[in-house]
């Protein structure tokens, strides 16, 4: 990093708002005891909890069941230097509550791809973090 770039800590309000603003994030998982990274479109819930859509028969699904996972979601600007990163940790869990499945069924995320089935997965925010790099002026 040159002495011209700085970073910042974002505090969890500002993580949040900048989640809010993308539509796609990485979710890092254990799958046979090595680490997995799946892109995917998810959503906030009113808690601030990362929600995600996916197929009830996923690897995804099947890896997660109450686990601790990290959800990450960025953004960056090449020719500036510049951008942010926020990463969520928490407990992840499918959604089995017929009434929050239906609630989460119309505001959740959409899925990118057709799916015939799914579920939705929230990944609780229980540990917010994030880094804001910036190109700092030269005063020269």
């Known amino acids: 990093m040159s002495k011209n770039d700085a970073f910042r800590a974002l505090d969890r309000q500002e993580c949040l708002r900048l989640l ?7 979710v890092v998982y254990t799958r046979q005891a090595l680490p997995a990274v ?11 909890s990362v929600l995600l859509r996916t197929s009830p028969h996923s690897e995804l ?7 601790v996972v990290a959800f990450e979601a960025d ?4 020719a500036s230097r510049s951008g942010w990163s926020v990463i969520v940790t928490g407990t992840a ?9 239906e609630r989460l069924s119309e505001t ?10 799914s ?13 804001e790099l910036r190109r700092a002026c030269s005063t020269g």
């Open 108 to 117: 959740g995320p959409t899925p990118w791809m057709p799916l015939q089935d």
């Open 38 to 48: 799946l892109p995917i479109g998810f959503s906030l819930d009113t808690d601030a």
């Open 93 to 101: 869990t499918v959604v089995t509550d017929s009434a929050e499945e």
């Open 20 to 26: 809010a603003e993308v539509p796609v994030g990485r």
């Open 61 to 67: 699904v099947r890896a997660i069941g109450g686990v």
């Open 75 to 78: 953004e960056f600007d090449v």
């Open 119 to 131: 579920v939705i997965v929230r990944i609780e925010a229980e540990l917010v973090t994030g880094r």
